[in-house]
């Protein structure tokens, strides 16, 4: 476990802005053991006051607040003083702009707060790093201590590796040495990805990416990767060291961001966003492209007779196999809210485009959701508005949108538990 260093913590000045008084006394009580030149601010506009008046080595800030949040403040700052985001769950519109700005840390509520020392530590350890203020020997023992990094030879063999990120994966040291990084390597994480690296590392060129890895108990870690090729005296590779930066708080609130917590499907603002890129991606092919909107036929009279957690259960089912069916790197499954999912595919004819959405509600009904309150079977069933336009025939997403809800209308009228394909529905 990681030790909190009280003369390191001794010898900074914080600058924490937080407007909810008992988190505020909460966090200023515990931090103040350790950091005496600790100072607070209950809004932006006075984090900016005490900003200039007290120069910190770092700040750490709540997102939402009254007459100055904490992203408008960071803004107006402009600083690159090391930066913690205090966040939660319901602050996902504020964090998506934080996301942008250069953050260091991010730091889920209710606060951890030995982890938020530990946090403080590595922010100032890094930016200590950067500006180059420690001796030699003490560099080496806090590079080994802070920085999660990995030596392997010019085949991918790891011969050395950092105490930090030993901890990190679980391994320890002894473990790691004479494997290569596909013992930590998540098996969502395509070879491709492998590939394109040894292609760019093996011409001496830098590579940087983020990726998903697995640690010894199998936990998921999201890290960003710079892998540097190193070169000897004659200019061949001799070795490759691999930088690390720990992005897996990061990460699992980008998920809360674009991911529905009921069904574990896209969410309808991931949505918005992906038919834009589709759109985008299609018409550079010149490609067609698919969307269909699907609604569960009677579902209120569902939740009605069974209660909202069978109702949670049942939504669940159903969006497994909308994730099993949407199988491609070009599919992508959403719950747009309610009882209400769409998908969004590409390269399929109509005929194809069709076939598959009759599949997927035959899947659906295979599930046998006992339903004795609706109106077309005594099972849960689903309707389905399908539209396939080629790429040169998009306007724009709410026209895709329309024609398919339009789509689903008349399923609906039609005695639903059917997909209707809509008559704008063009071939490629």
């Given amino acids: 476990m990681k030790k909190i260093n009280k003369d390191l913590l001794r010898s900074i000045t914080v600058l924490y802005v937080e407007d909810e008084e008992m988190i505020k006394e909460e966090v200023s009580f515990f931090c103040e053991r350790f950091i005496s030149d600790f100072h607070v ?33 960071l803004k107006k700052l402009d600083t690159n003083v090391p930066v913690i985001i205090t966040t939660a769950f319901s602050d996902i519109e ?50 080994d201590e802070n920085v999660l990094i990995s030596i392997t030879d010019k085949d991918g063999i790891i011969i050395d590796a950092s ?51 697995k640690k010894k108990d199998g936990s998921i870690y999201w890290s960003h990767l710079t892998i540097t090729p190193v070169l000897n005296e004659n200019g061949k590779i001799e070795n490759y060291t691999a930088i690390r930066q720990d992005i897996t708080n990061k990460k699992r609130l980008e998920q809360l961001a674009i991911i529905d917590e009921v069904t574990n499907l896209y969410n309808r603002r991931y949505f918005n966003v992906t038919i834009e890129n589709e759109i985008r991606r299609v018409s550079r092919e010149g490609g067609t492209l698919s969307l269909v909107i699907l609604d569960i036929d009677f579902f209120k009279n569902y939740n009605d007779t069974y209660g909202h957690p069978s109702g949670d259960k049942a939504l669940l089912r159903i969006s497994n196999v909308l994730k099993n069916k949407a199988s491609r790197a070009s ?28 599949s997927i509600l035959k899947e659906i009904e295979n599930l046998q959701i006992v339903h004795e309150s609706s109106v077309c079977k005594n099972i849960v069933t689903v309707s389905a508005g399908l539209i396939v336009l080629p790429s040169s025939e998009i306007k724009n997403p709410k026209q895709l949108y329309k024609l398919a809800d339009e789509a689903l209308y008349e399923a609906k009228n039609k005695g639903r538990n059917q997909v209707v394909l809509s008559k704008e529905s063009k071939k490629g």
């Fill in 94 to 143: 504020f964090f998506l702009k934080a996301i942008e700005l250069n953050v260091n840390k991010f730091v889920i509520k209710p606060v951890d707060l030995r982890e938020l020392l530990l946090d403080i530590q590595d922010c100032i350890v890094n930016r200590r790093l950067k500006d180059k203020l420690f001796e030699k020997d003490n560099l080496l023992k806090i590079i």
């Fill in 41 to 73: 601010a209950t809004n932006g506009i006075e984090g900016i006051e005490l900003y200039e008046k007290v120069k910190p080595d770092i700040i750490i800030t709540d997102i939402q607040m009254p007459k100055m949040n904490g992203i408008e403040m």
């Fill in 331 to 358: 599919d992508f499954a959403f719950r747009m809210g309610g009882e209400e999912f769409s998908l969004i595919f590409s390269g399929t004819s109509i005929d194809e485009s069709l076939s598959y959405v009759k």
């Fill in 163 to 213: 105490s930090s990120f030993c901890d990190l994966v679980g391994y320890t040291k002894e473990e790691l040495i004479g494997k290569t990084h596909r013992i930590v390597k998540h098996e969502d994480t395509p070879d491709s990805v492998y590939v394109k690296m040894w292609e760019t590392i093996s011409l001496g060129k830098t590579y940087k990416a983020e990726l998903k890895n």
